[in-house]
Structure formats: C-alpha cells, structure tokens
C-alpha cells in the first residue's frame, strides 16, 4: 500500500526538480543579461557625455571661424576678438583632455590600468608584489 503512495510522489519530486533546475537556468540567463544592459548603459552615457564635450569644445571653435568668415577685425593681436580665437584653438585642445578625464572617471577598467601605468612611473607597486 506504501508503494501507491511512493511512485507518485517520486513524480512530482522528479517534475519539482526539472521546474528548479529550469528556474535557475533562467535565474543564470537573466543575470548575464542584466550585466551586459548595465554595461550597455555605461557605454552609452559615456558616448553622450563624450559627443557633448566634442559639440560644445567645437561649437567655440567654430563660433570662431564665422568671426575670421565675416572678416570681423581678428588681426589686430590686442582686439577682444583675436583673444576669443585663440581662446577657440585652446577649446580644440581642451576636448581631447576632457576626453581622457572623462574616460577615466567613467570606467572602472580605465582607472585601475591608469592606477598600474602611475605606479610603474613612480616606482610603486599596486598588486602587493614588487
């Protein structure tokens, strides 16, 4: 009479054990995916934060081109004018350093590899062994 009892419940135990099993599966799948939009979001806030310092530092400069275009006085060394584009050639420059900054701030990966490069220079070591 036990053996009713044992067969069915054997089933359900082997049915309770499939549905685990896949439920942990998708627990596994859904976290792989979960990291990989997570990284997605990083790189895209990043492209964002990139594409706006390129638009703003060569918005400047070409603010400045338009004064040299329409032949406003930008060759007198002393006008305001001529002091705005050269200040305009520093934005150019200006945009390849905040890239860096902004690199660097953004990823984890950049500032360990940034943190072994300074160490290297300086001498110290970073991972505990000389």
Not at 31 to 44: E, F, G, H, L, P
Not at 91 to 111: C, D, E, I
Request: charged share 15%.
């Amino acid at each position: 009479r036990s053996l009713v009892y044992i067969v069915p419940a054997q089933t359900i135990t082997n049915i309770l054990s499939n549905h685990y099993n896949n439920l942990e599966a998708a627990q596994k799948e859904l976290a792989k995916k979960m990291r990989v939009y997570k990284y997605q979001i990083r790189v895209a806030r990043t492209a964002v934060i990139v594409c706006t310092f390129f638009f703003m530092c060569y918005l400047v400069y070409e603010i400045g081109i338009l004064y040299v275009i329409w032949g406003v006085d930008c060759y007198d060394e002393s006008s305001k004018v001529s002091q705005f584009i050269k200040m305009c050639h520093v934005f150019l420059f200006l945009n390849s350093a905040l890239n860096v900054l902004v690199y660097g701030l953004m990823h984890r990966t950049v500032r360990a590899h940034l943190s072994k490069i300074c160490a290297a220079c300086t001498g110290k070591s970073t991972s505990g062994s000389s």
